[in-house]
């Protein structure tokens, strides 16, 4: 569905090509400040001087962005919802009746499902997600974890790549997990997760693992450890 | 932070208490009590010549306060967006803003003669950088990751001036606004004076050739009258609607 490679020259990402097919759930894993953001930047075409992409994105970024000074339902009409699909929408992640809330009405969990919902109604074919279960607490994260599954499993043709720190996270999500480490950050891949306690536990394995051997790649070429 | 109301209730009649009594003790023409200010002002008002010149000279406000807006806006969005126009245009603003607003009156006058686009190029001149400066700073502090979203959902150029700009220039603009009707309407009343046969700066040019000076207060005060309405019955309510999702806080935080 989507070939991707990284420019040669770029400050933060080794060069590497990747093959995301439709319905792929990918999680992209690694130490913060690697270049995890960075790289669904690349891919929904946000860094300067890049082609706007060939293909629809919804992007959930790690805070909302929604338009502060417009109501839910006009930051879904901005992205062309039809007036009378809004309340269906918002219905769908579970804020009916929010929509002439502003954003900054809500809390943090309801205005993520908010931009979720916007990153819904763009009918994605790749959805990407910025540490979507970040700050949020244990039970919200859980809800929000459901419901994402959830829409995962109505679109199964739709690809989704997840930023997280949580192998748990990966585990309950993903059929892949991208691991992503070293400077310039360079990507380690697995595959076949499942939600099972020893599945989790194998893949929390595999991945120190790969952090390991990738830190000592580093050290090996001269760059800092990670 | 804004001043109390109850502080214009209080500061304001003392000022007039002040003035009657000045007025009162010195017992001179060159300073005529309120009440002889007033009496002025009714004569002025009957006449129609006051509304007439104040007419003309709002005119002038308007159409200059709208081309130094729009001009103003466009220069110092373009400056705040794109390096190489600030890089060309700076030292012309800095320029600009040092002129004395004076000097370029009289330049254009003498360019042009003493023609009503003279005088509105005059006033538009001398505030375009002021707007441009403010804009140019609104501009810097645009919010790059709404424009990340804005890129991602492929708003087209008018959503993202309508929806993603304005609001997070709206305080600039208003900025601009107020600096501007404040700065535009002494300009004009200075153009007025200096070449124009109508307005009030041309009553006050007048009043200050027969020591007028109750004529003088008469057209001052009632132009301040007028600009405090604008702040009052545009400005203010046009705010109050543009930040309401600010004030509406968090109810479920």
Known sequence: ?226 | MKASPLAYWVVLPLLVVFWWLMAWQLDTSLLPSPLAVLHTLQHEAASGELQRHLAITLQRVAISFTLAMALGALVGIAMGRLPLVNALLDPLLVLLLNLPALVLIILLYVWFGLVEAAAILAVVINKIPNVAVTLREGARSLDPRLEQMARVYAFSPGQRLLHVWVPQLFPYLMAATRGGLALIWKIVLVVELLGRSDGVGFQLHLAFQVFDVAGLLAYSLAFIAIVQLIELVILQPLERRASRWRRSGAQHA
């Open chain 1, 1 to 226: 569905m989507l070939d991707f490679a990284t420019p040669p020259d770029h400050p933060v990402l080794s060069p590497m090509t990747l093959c995301i097919r439709h319905g792929d759930r990918i999680c992209l894993l690694g130490p913060s400040g690697t270049g995890k953001t960075t790289l669904l930047n690349r891919l929904a075409g946000l860094e300067t001087g890049q082609p706007r992409p060939a293909l629809r994105i919804g992007y959930l970024f790690q805070e909302h962005r929604l338009l502060p000074w417009r109501t839910l339902h006009d930051n879904l009409r901005l992205v062309g919802v039809r007036s009378d699909q809004v309340s269906s929408l918002l219905a769908q992640v579970g804020l009916d009746g929010y929509g002439e809330h502003f954003p900054d009405q809500l809390s943090l969990g309801m205005a993520r499902r908010a931009a979720l919902a916007r990153c819904l109604a763009v009918r994605p074919e790749l959805l990407l997600l910025d540490e979507p279960f970040a700050s949020l607490d244990p039970h919200r994260a859980a809800e929000l974890q459901a419901l994402i599954r959830e829409l995962l499993d109505r679109t199964p043709r739709m690809a989704m790549i997840c930023v997280t720190h949580e192998v748990r996270d990966a585990a309950a999500l993903a059929n892949r997990v991208w691991y992503l480490t070293g400077r310039p950050a360079r990507l380690e891949h697995d595959e076949a997760v499942d939600d099972h306690p020893d599945a989790v536990a194998g893949l929390a394995r595999r991945l120190e693992a790969l952090g390991r051997g990738a830190a000592a790649d580093a050290a090996l070429a001269g760059g800092a450890p990670v």
